[in-house]
C-alpha cells in the first residue's frame, strides 16, 4: 500500500523567508510518480510539480525548488524568500506507475498549511 | 476556457435527498477521476475512468454512490440518500498520462 506523510501541519513565516515543506512517501512499486500541488482559498487544486522515480535530479523553478532523494523517501518542497500569495495549503502527492507507464491515482497527504505573515 | 470543470460549486441538500454533480473533463483527456476531501485533509480517491470504462473503485465508494462516464466525455457522480458524513468537497480531475488537472470542485452539505 502507499503512504504519503506530511509532518507538518501548519507553518507560520515571515515575507522573504525561506521555507521547507516535508513530504516522506512509502510505496513498494520502483515506477512511481511524486507530486506538489497547492490549494490556495479559492479551493481548487493547482499543479506545482511533477517527479518520475527514476528522475532523482533536484530542480528549481524561480522561487520554488525540489529536493527528490529516494534513499530516505522523501520529496521536500522550498520556497525561497517567501510572499503573501504563497499562503495555501500545500499537499504532496503519490502515484504508482500503471501498466502502460502512466500514473494511476493519487495518495495525498494530509497538507501542510502555509502562512506567510507581511 | 479549457479546464475541468464542475457543477454546481456548490450544493445543500437534505439528509436523505439524492444529489448528482458534473464534471467536465479537458477535452482531450481520456482519464477522469473523482476524489472526495473533507476538512483538514488531503483528497482521498474514489473512481477512476479510461474513456467510458470504470476502472477503479475505492472502498470508500459504498453502495449509494454510483458515477458513470458515459462516451467517455462528461462525468456524473450521483450519491442516493445523503448521510451527513457526505458532507465534503468532490474533486473532479482528468489526465492524459501522468499530470491530472483538477476542478474546482463542488462543496456538498448535508443538513
Known amino acids: 500500500a502507499q503512504k504519503v506523510t506530511q509532518a507538518q501541519t501548519e507553518i507560520s513565516v515571515v515575507e522573504k523567508e525561506d521555507v521547507t515543506l516535508d513530504c516522506v512517501y512509502e510505496t513498494r512499486d520502483t515506477t512511481y510518480y511524486l507530486f506538489w500541488y497547492k490549494q490556495p482559498p479559492s479551493g481548487e487544486l493547482v499543479f506545482l510539480i511533477r517527479r518520475n522515480s527514476f528522475d532523482e535530479q533536484n530542480e528549481i523553478s524561480g522561487r520554488y525548488s525540489w529536493n527528490f532523494q529516494k534513499s530516505t523517501s522523501s520529496f521536500n518542497f522550498t520556497i525561497t524568500a517567501s510572499q503573501v500569495v504563497d499562503s495555501a495549503v500545500y499537499f504532496c502527492a503519490l502515484s504508482e506507475g500503471g501498466l502502460s507507464g502512466s500514473a494511476r491515482q493519487l495518495t495525498f497527504g494530509s497538507g501542510t498549511q502555509l502562512t506567510v505573515l507581511p | 476556457d479549457t479546464g475541468v470543470s464542475q457543477d454546481p460549486r456548490h450544493k445543500i441538500t437534505k439528509r436523505g435527498q439524492n444529489v448528482t454533480f458534473r464534471c467536465d473533463p479537458i477535452?482531450?483527456?481520456?482519464?477522469l477521476y473523482w476524489y472526495r476531501q473533507t476538512l483538514g485533509q488531503g483528497p482521498e480517491f474514489l473512481t477512476y475512468f479510461q474513456n467510458e470504462a470504470q476502472l477503479e473503485k475505492s472502498r470508500l465508494l459504498s453502495d449509494r454512490f454510483s458515477a458513470e462516464r458515459p462516451k467517455g466525455s462528461f462525468s456524473t457522480l450521483e450519491i442516493q440518500r445523503t448521510e451527513q458524513g457526505d458532507s465534503a468537497m468532490y474533486l473532479c480531475a482528468s489526465s492524459l498520462w501522468d499530470q491530472a488537472f483538477f476542478g474546482q470542485g463542488t462543496r456538498l452539505t448535508v443538513v
Open positions: 477535452s482531450e483527456h481520456n482519464r
